[in-house]
């Protein structure tokens, strides 16, 4: 079933002489449950690509469908009640609120929808990211890698269509980056949490179902490498 | 130039809005501080000049001097130039078509009383020599006698006497009945100018002004008015010695102007100016110093990074602390010469635009200029330098401190702790997670937020606190005016009363307002624990004065024509109905007085009796009989006329009808007419030309313009000080807020990117800015609650009223705290909500 489908995105900076085209007409769709990976050079657009999906920039030209919805036809309101469901987004850093905790932060989406948290559910993801004991601090009190899963945590709670990340590993030693590639793979084969990963680094590119190549905006090649 | 400085040059050039909100914020305060000081001192000139303008000028006066003691009084060291003046006294008119006025006033002046004082020549010349006078044009005008330049006049001058009285009546005094002239001499004079009624000739004067001269070679004794060299508050003191000295017996100041120049020789009067000064200096430079304050930190936190980024480089602390001193430096260099010119020009434009307003409006004739002193300039610079520094010192020592890897990472901006940001659970339940993330928003830069909510309290306290001074103001000014507000009173006693005579003048053409009382003294027997508590003190001391446990006291039965009693009984809020039936009689008793305590030197309002509407008087008259009256109403507000009594007298106003029906012997009765007018002066000579000679007719409308003009000034002065505050304050709470959003740019992308709405950004952003506005209120207040008592204190040495909080005032402060800090969020907010939410989050913090 197709959670995600693009149709003839473009995305345009700038004008006239100085327009630079960061996506350039680019088409495609991935089915629920699936992990892609999307590499590319740096300046390739592959960021510009990651927030399109997730309905943060809006595009020049295009549609994005999310489970049948055509976000961008949705009002800014709208947009972030369905962001806030059915998106997952994850950055390289400063995910995090400063002033709320760990479990105020994993719980914001839900609070924002004012949502009853499923404490049940709560506890297993808790339990599985290793954050029991953590659950009061605030953001500065975690290493890099615990702000990191607390960022997985929050893009869970919601068991959101898509889950985007954005180099998560980026600021992370090898250890931690591992850890975080594991969890999300683990995720993404138990739960069938779908999950699109932007990174510059092969070894992760390499731990998922497909990998899209993107250069100069467009999609150089799309590899099923998993099955 | 050291790179360091060069590195903090070009950094400033290049943020181009922060560095000018920092000049500006600057400017703005040091335009401030120039402003007030120039405010001041322009308007002690301009109250300064408008005395000399209507009194003359002179400082101290000596009278009856000899000329050997003269000698010593031209000789002291403070003495700059010597009026001499003399009263020679009263002469016939003889045809003088007013009765009022049948007679000439003689004075003489030395060549300098004629230049110093407001005379003015409208023919002729001024009189040189002691046979030669200048008359009032008013003799030829109202008096309706011909006197022309090269007359000669004859006149036997003397002393006016009244029956017992001992000493002999002065210009103050009006036309008795059966007063005579005494010890004439005679005298005679040629003409040699005609003169404008002088200002200081009172308008119900007995005689026209007639000016001679004295000369140095005088016999007798004559006043000597001194014009100081300079006006020192030890020219008392100097002048009590001198007098000794010479031998003088009588010395006399002239503290209508003496106290324009900040001198006074009432102790209550300078502690109470003192203090008040006191306190408006504190809240000015505190203000002034939080704005520049705040501009500095802010400027140097946002360059936290900058710095750091030097000391990576090599630079030392102090390189690093310089540059900052060196910022403080260059932003001063071009923000204090233009926040002096600012403040100049500013307060030159509100001159202007007040003087157009104000020009002969009651009766002011000088205009507001703008006086710029060495003093003033210096205290300006001086105040804004050490502002300034105090101001970038602090920042300086913490970037000193910033480490290279702080500064990069930005980490130290969020050392929080969950204790710090701690908030209730309540908030979540009630206002929502929008509201909570607000919250502690405001908590996580500790520093951050007080300075903003210490700004705001700043504000609420200038506001409430100058508006309360404005109202203390008016109020002392109320008191020690005695309740006059009419123009013109005229009286006429029980027998000699027409009705026609008194339509006649009510309908006059300029007469605007008019109001007819009859008066009747009466007594009431009191009960102790009814009476004043001044009339209690007397008791103590004279327990004679109580029979029968009651207290006698004396009754003004007061009654209003029907219109004025049907507006008065409105402003009181009686059915005017009550007051009308003759069978029940009822009144409106005035319990609430000011009056001059003068063994205190203060002026205090009292409650003349304690007693409750409803209770009842036994009104007694002459004849014995007694009445029962009840007491409709108690108020301290006082018709047009009425004047406040003291202790132990009480006012009732009653309706005609009620009076007709009282009073038993209608000989006993006083008629008044109270008249204001939009020309006094016509109107008066309108009345004079009814030749009614039982009319007496007093013309005060002088006495209260100038008055009224005091506070008219005054409270420009101080609404212009408060405008001028608030500007300050909203532009320090503008410049704060702005900056603390958006410096929170990246979160509030990623709040956004997670999913909050802009309806849930809308209600995070008007959360912020109600707990800023409840947290300024809940400090600002009580703090400005307690200001404004010591203000009434410090008020209270020489007056004394009630303290009563301004309700409106700490209303509108309400409103306008929330309106500000509302509008500054929403503002910043919304340019914050433009971004995209992409650029928000690759956002780093300028």
Known sequence: ?227 | MNIVNKLTIRHLKQNRRRTLITIIGVIISVAMVTAVATLGISFMDLLQRQTIATDGEWHVVYQDVKRDQLRGIREDGLTKEVILSRDLGYARLEGSQNVRKPYLYIRAYNSLGFEKFPIELSEGRLPSSVDEVVVSEEIAQTARVPVAIGDRLSLDVGERHVAEIANSLTQFDSWQDGESLQGTKLETYTVVGIIKRPTWEPTWAPGYTVLTYIDEGFTGTVDAAVILREVKGSLYAHAEVLAKELGIETVGYNNNLLRFYGVTNNDNLRSTLFSLSAIIMTVIIVGSVSLIYNVFAISVSERARHLGMLSSVGATKRQKRNSVFFEGFLIGTISIPIGIIAGLVGIGITFWLINSAMQGALGVTESLRVVVTPAILLTALGVSILTIFISTYIPAMKASRITAIEAIRQTNDIKLTSKAVKTSKWVRKLFGIEAEIGLKNLKRNKRRYRATVFSLVISIVLFLVVSSFTANLKKSLELSQDGVNYDIQVTVHGNDFAQGVWDSIASMGDVTESSSIRELLANAWVSEEKIADQLKEVVKKDPSSLVDGKFQYELKIQSLDAESLKVYAEQVGVRVEQLLDPEHPAAVVIDTLPFEDEVAEKYVEMKAIHAKVGDRLDVVQGSGGSREVEIAALTDQFPMGILPSGAGVLNLIVSEQVMDDLVENPEDMFYFLYLKSSDPMKTQQQIEELKELHLSLYNVYQAREREEQMVMLMSVFTYGFIVLITAISIANIFNTISTSISLRKREFAMLRSVGMTPQGFNKMIHYESIFYGVKALLFGIPISIVLMYWIHQAVMNSFNFTFTLPWVNILWCLVAVFVIVGSAMVYSGAKVKKENILDGLKQESI
């Open chain 1, 1 to 227: 079933m197709e959670i995600l489908k693009i149709e003839q995105l473009s995305k345009v900076y700038g004008s006239g002489e100085t327009a630079v085209k960061a996506l350039d007409d680019v088409s495609f769709s991935v089915r629920k449950g699936e992990f892609v990976a999307i590499i590319g050079p740096s300046g390739s657009g592959k960021s510009t690509f990651l927030h399109m999906l997730g309905g943060v920039d809006r595009p020049t030209s295009g549609k994005v469908w999310i489970e049948n919805t055509d976000i961008y036809a949705l009002n800014e309101t709208q947009l972030a009640v369905f962001r806030r469901r059915q998106i997952g987004l994850i950055y390289q850093f400063y995910n995090l609120i400063p002033v709320l905790t760990v479990e105020e932060n994993m719980t914001l989406p839900l609070l924002l929808d004012q949502h009853q948290v499923d404490p049940q559910q709560f506890e297993r993801i808790v339990n599985i990211l290793g954050l029991q004991h953590r659950l009061n601090h605030l953001p500065n009190q975690l290493s890099g890698g615990q702000q990191q899963r607390v960022s997985i945590g929050r893009a869970l709670m919601t068991q959101p269509a898509i889950m985007l990340a954005d180099e998560p590993t980026g600021n992370l030693d090898s250890r931690n980056s591992g850890e975080i590639i594991d969890l999300l793979k683990m995720f993404n084969k138990s739960y069938k949490q779908t999950l699109i990963v932007i990174t510059h680094d092969e070894r992760i590119a390499l731990q998922a179902d497909r990998v899209i190549t993107i250069e100069d905006g467009r999609i150089a090649r799309d590899e099923v490498i998993r099955v």
